[in-house]
């Protein structure tokens, strides 16, 4: 009894186990169906899967053998495995293969496709991906796709007759993408042709010389282009380019390189009258790598560099004059700007100067210093005045009844700040000339009415 | 297969260059007549295939571990409860085992006491020691024959129950090895998770 019941274990699979080593495989998929369908024991629940699998196998071979290939394609997928996977790539390239000879190009191409991209190591790949590149020129008129299909058989199957085949066929529409390229270089889309060109650079027959000297002549347009509009960055590279792929173009490649380094030289003049050192060397030496031994370049440089080391003596003096001047030793600090000065001369150093030498003036003779731009005032304006006045009175009156205090200084309660005067006492007027000199900022202010009227500020 | 994997990438990519209209050379469209299995398209496809060549490696190790029905049924035989403690069912195992120990020991100790009594009536002069002795002679082999009749029927069902222990047993074992299968595929680590394909 217990034998029995032990031999009533998983029975229903035992059974369709039975019908299948029996060849009986329609049956044996039936029963494995319901087996799979009602049973609650999971391993032999996935063993039976396996078994339908080699069953829909046996089928598919059988109709296989038979040249059914419609028939033996449908078990082959519900075999659902590698091994039915290395028949039924044959089967759907058998049927798309009929449906070509039907002139079916969408049911072929659906065929396939479904090799190309689902049974990708099958060994007709090189006749699918022709037949693919057939139906892609003639029914798709995707010149394209056909080419990229081309790159995948070339990359893996160059050797194949497939290849050679598909060679021909390329053949016929390659002028037709150099065409289209040549469009978008018309356009002045030139990377978009360099990607479309550097593609079909690949494709290995006479076309590469042809898709070279393109290549070349797009980079040197390319370059020229963006010389023209000063976008320096990639014209060197394209121009070196542009003679790599197409030889011909050495002489005007450099005619554009001795172009270019010349611009390099302008603009490193450029930053140099800016006082950007490191921009301007950079600049030079750019030139250096386009241009070998360019003395120009290397003449500029060591200018530049001497220039540097000028700025930075003056800068040493400057701030050496600084020190002496926050010292009050405002002629020291007027020595130092000075030298300074002969070593680079600019405005801000001259101002320095400038300050040094009032500062000198005050700390030693500030009255004299005073008068003296009260004289330099508008340029003279005030003594020629007075000339003026004294010689109009000469003319006027006697020597007697003329009486002039020439130059006094005051001191003011305001620090550095003098009062000037000047005065001319004559029969019918008398000018009592003042004004108010702030020795630091050299500025000149009468202090009466009659300063103010005969010589406003 | 580097290479292989590569042309799909391209392939992929450039999709779109096969075809002129959207729906055009869809591989999938041939799949329409082949919707058994739910593999109307060809994800489920091959997710199905994936699945059971999955399980098929668990199969494999199942194969090689799961018990055989007829060595625990041969162990429950010769020794109650073994089987079942093969399959890791020590409770009813211990059950069995005592049950069938308990109704052994009790058939022996009323058969030996209807020997007794037996030996009795035979060595018995007075006739109403003659009728005590038979009728317990007989009362006790009775019970010891029932005991014996219980003791059968509860080793049959031992030996029976066994085959649904070692069942279960190999079902748990499936789900385990299923599980372990899975964890390993996802592992987590210092670095993040890490699931192998």
């Known amino acids: 009894m217990g034998f029995f019941l032990l031999s009533c274990t998983n029975l229903p699979y035992k059974k369709s186990v039975k019908t299948l080593k029996e060849g009986k495989y329609s049956q044996a998929v039936q029963k494995l169906d319901a087996y799979i369908e009602t049973s609650k024991h999971p391993a032999y629940k996935e063993k039976a899967k396996e078994l339908r699998s080699q069953a829909y196998y046996q089928l598919g071979l059988h109709e296989y053998e038979m040249a059914k290939y419609p028939e033996a394609s449908e078990y082959f997928f519900l075999a659902n495995s590698l091994k039915a996977d290395s028949l039924l790539d044959n089967c759907y390239f058998e049927i798309s293969q009929t449906a070509l000879d039907d002139l079916d190009y969408l049911k072929a191409s659906d065929y396939l ?85 550097f593609l079909y650079l690949d494709y290995p027959a006479d076309f590469v010389k042809e898709i070279k000297e393109m290549i070349g002549n797009v980079y040197y347009t390319w370059a020229v282009s963006l010389l023209q509009n000063s976008e320096l960055d990639n014209v060197q590279t394209y121009l070196l380019n ?108 001259y101002d320095k100067i400038t300050l040094a030498y009032i500062w000198t003036r005050i700390s030693t003779d500030p009255e004299q210093y005073a008068i003296e731009i009260v004289k330099r005032y508008q340029d003279g304006i005030i003594p020629d005045t007075i000339d003026d006045i004294e010689t109009s009175a000469q003319k006027n009156f006697s020597r007697q009844d003329i009486r002039i205090t020439p130059w006094q200084v005051f001191r003011t309660v305001t620090r550095n700040s003098y009062e000037v005067r000047y005065t001319i006492v004559i029969p019918d007027k008398n000018y009592f000339l003042r004004w108010l000199v702030r020795l630091e900022t050299g500025e000149v202010v009468p202090l009466n009415e009659v300063t103010e009227e005969l010589l406003p500020s | 297969m580097k290479n292989i994997i590569l042309i799909i990438m391209f392939l992929i990519i450039s999709l779109p260059l096969f075809a002129d209209e959207s729906n055009e050379f869809d591989s999938d469209s041939i799949l329409q007549i082949n919707i058994k299995y739910g593999w109307d398209n060809t994800t489920n496809w091959k997710n199905s295939r994936k699945d059971l060549q999955e399980n098929m490696n668990v199969f494999k190790q199942w194969d090689d571990k799961k018990q055989s029905h007829f060595t625990n049924c041969l162990k429950s035989m010769i020794a109650p409860g073994w089987g079942h403690f093969s399959t890791n069912n020590f409770l009813k195992g211990e059950i069995l085992l005592g049950l069938q120990v308990l109704l052994a020991g009790s058939a022996y100790y009323f058969y030996d006491q209807s020997q007794d009594y037996y030996d009795k009536y035979k060595n018995a002069h007075q006739i109403d020691e003659i ?37 279960n047993y190999n079902r ?26």
């Open chain 1, 113 to 197: 496709s479904f090799i190309i991209f689902h049974l990708p190591e099958s060994e007709k790949m090189p006749e699918v991906l022709y037949n693919e590149i057939i139906i892609q020129t003639n029914y798709s008129k995707d010149i394209h796709a056909a080419y990229a299909t081309y790159h995948i058989l070339q990359n893996r199957f160059q050797t194949s007759d497939a290849f050679s085949q598909a060679t021909i066929i390329v053949d016929s529409f390659m002028p037709l993408l150099i065409d289209e390229a040549q469009a978008q270089w018309d356009n002045k889309l030139y990377a978009e042709t360099l990607d479309k060109l």
């Open chain 1, 242 to 349: 542009a003679e790599e792929y197409n030889p011909k173009l050495a002489n005007q490649v450099n005619d554009k390189l001795t172009e270019l380094a010349s611009i390099y030289i302008a603009t490193g003049d450029n930053f140099l009258f800016e006082r950007d050192i490191d921009n301007a060397i950079l600049s030079y030496q750019k030139t250096l790598s386009i241009i070998e031994n360019y003395q120009l370049a290397y003449d500029k440089i060591a200018r530049t560099e001497e220039f540097t080391r000028r700025i930075a003596q003056a800068a040493q003096l400057v701030e050496a004059g600084d020190v002496q001047f926050s010292n009050e030793e405002y002629v020291a600090a007027y020595d130092s700007y000075s030298e300074a000065y002969k070593f680079d001369s600019i405005p801000q150093i």
């Open chain 2, 131 to 167: 009728n005590q002795y038979y009728i317990n002679a007989n009362s006790s082999y009775r019970t010891s024959s029932i005991l014996v009749g219980l003791w059968i029927i509860a080793w049959g069902y031992t030996v029976l129950d066994t085959i649904q222990a070692t069942e």
């Open chain 2, 172 to 197: 748990d074992l499936w789900q385990t090895l299923y599980d372990q299968y899975m964890n390993n595929k996802v592992s987590v680590t210092t670095q993040g998770i890490q699931i192998r394909f």
